[in-house]
């Protein structure tokens, strides 16, 4: 079975500048989360889909939004893309119960000049 | 103060050493532990999930939680050089998916 997929890989941009990242999720799982992966910060909770809405959300400000299609692929933006918005960003599926363990994929690294 | 504290190390063992890795936590609302593993470069990949106080074994990876100390710990044995990597502890309450990460130990396993 296919893991979890990001898209792209790298990303390089300026500041001011928005982006969008792609998650493809393992087949099955209605349930994806994204985290902010940073050396000083560590990973950070961003926001979890279930089922095209939001589930929960962790503590970052409104420029880091995100969404979910009805095939479970899930979408995150940031815009005014600020020099500490470089990061690496995971996303993690799962199949969405309380008890559920989440499989994550080998990000997206984002640098901010 | 972080919710999840870990020592970052970086820790050097020798290859066949037993590793302990440990994580402290101050909510005490965690009801679900789980380590990771994180090779550089790479996304975290799960090792252990545990629910429960108490010991979970599989293969040559235990994990340990003490609710009652807020403490949880992975015991690696005979380590390989293929360990090199950082180890991450992550919890969750009941509800949704939201896992608070500690910040990692890196764990080199010299041949």
């Known amino acids: 079975k296919a893991g979890v997929t990001q898209t792209p890989r790298y990303l390089i941009k300026t500041r001011g500048q928005q982006v969008t990242l792609s998650c493809s999720p393992i087949?099955?799982?209605?349930?994806v989360s994204w985290y902010q992966q940073t050396p000083g910060q560590g990973l950070q909770f961003l926001f979890e889909?279930?089922?095209?809405?939001?589930?929960n959300k962790g503590n970052f400000p409104g420029r880091f939004s995100g969404r979910q299609f009805s095939n479970s692929r899930s979408e995150m933006n940031v815009s005014t893309l600020e020099l500490g918005d470089s990061a690496l960003y995971l996303c993690?599926?799962?199949?969405?119960?309380?008890?559920?363990?989440?499989?994550f994929g080998p990000g997206t690294r984002l640098t901010v000049l | 103060q972080k919710e999840v504290e870990q020592d970052p190390g970086p820790l050097s063992v020798p290859e066949g050493a037993i590793v302990s890795l440990n994580c402290t936590y101050s909510?005490?609302?965690?009801?679900?532990f789980m380590w990771y593993r994180q090779y550089s470069r790479k996304g975290p990949e799960l090792l252990m999930y545990?629910?429960?106080?108490g010991n979970k074994e599989d293969g040559r990876f235990t994990a340990q939680v003490d609710k009652s100390s807020k403490y949880i710990s992975l015991f690696i044995r005979d380590s390989q050089p293929s360990d090199s990597a950082t180890y991450l502890c992550?919890?969750?309450?009941?509800?949704?998916?939201?896992?608070?990460f500690g910040g990692g130990t890196r764990l080199m396993v010299k041949p």
């Open positions: 993690a599926s799962s199949f969405g119960d309380l008890t559920d363990t989440q499989y």
């Open positions: 087949s099955g799982h209605r349930s």
């Open positions: 889909y279930f089922s095209e809405t939001q589930r």
């Open positions: 909510n005490s609302a965690f009801q679900y």
């Open positions: 545990t629910y429960s106080s």
């Open positions: 992550a919890m969750k309450v009941d509800a949704g998916n939201m896992l608070t």
